[in-house]
């Protein structure tokens, strides 16, 4: 006949007293953060942001483009206040939109109506090359449907000066713009209006 083993298990309780209030004081809570797993949620949190947003945004587009007439290239002259060397007059040489300035001249002459991608961000030039306003300061404007969005300041310091600045065009449902020329006291002294067509 087998012998029954009998299995015995011990429980050790804490006693009364000190030591039992010691062991529960002395306990503390630690916590740890997952940095990673933190990081990798609210990445996936601004994602679903971005992707409802791109899914959903209204896209509203206009069909009634028609291209506007272009100052064309001609010389201008505009009478300005006198001067210490009396009465000059502003020539404007050249006036001209384009993708891309080389040595502070145009390369190329952007031929218009415009027609740029809705998908992707371009870069266009308005050039200008002027005589006869040394020592005056001009500003590179563009407008938006009549909003301005960007001005550039531009110091002349010789009689022959040739000047551009830079606009980025993304996508927009607005679509007709205005490069100028302005001089000090507001007077428009060259302007090119223009609409975009995207594709």
């Known amino acids: 006949m087998e012998d029954k083993k009998n299995i015995v298990i011990k429980v050790k309780y804490p006693g009364t007293g000190k030591k039992a209030e010691d062991d529960l004081s002395t306990s503390k809570i630690i ?3 997952n940095i990673k797993r933190i990081l990798l949620a609210l990445l996936g949190v601004i994602l679903l942001i971005m992707a409802l947003w791109f899914f959903f945004k209204p896209v509203a587009e206009n069909t ?40 502070n001249e145009p390369e190329g002459e952007i031929t218009l109506p415009l027609t740029l991608s809705k998908t992707k961000s371009t870069s266009i030039y ?31 310091s010789n009689d022959n000066w040739r000047t551009s600045s830079r606009q980025l065009f993304i996508y927009n ?18 302007q090119i209006d223009f609409n975009i067509i995207y594709e």
Do not use: C
Not at 75 to 92: A, C, E, F, H, L
Not at 129 to 137: A, I, N, P
Not at 173 to 184: F, G, N, P, Q, S
């Open 31 to 33: 916590t740890e953060w």
């Open 64 to 103: 009634d483009l028609k291209p506007q007439a272009v100052l064309s290239e001609e010389v201008i002259k505009i009478p300005v206040k006198p001067s210490i060397d009396g009465n000059k007059s502003i020539t404007i040489t050249r006036s001209l939109l384009t993708f891309k300035i080389n040595n």
């Open 126 to 156: 308005y050039f200008v090359e002027l005589s006869g306003m040394k020592d005056r300061t001009v500003y590179h404007e563009w407008l938006l449907d009549g909003t301005l969005i960007t001005r550039k300041k531009v110091n002349i």
């Open 173 to 190: 449902v607005k679509t007709h713009w205005i490069a100028r020329l302005v001089d000090e006291s507001g007077q428009i002294l060259n």
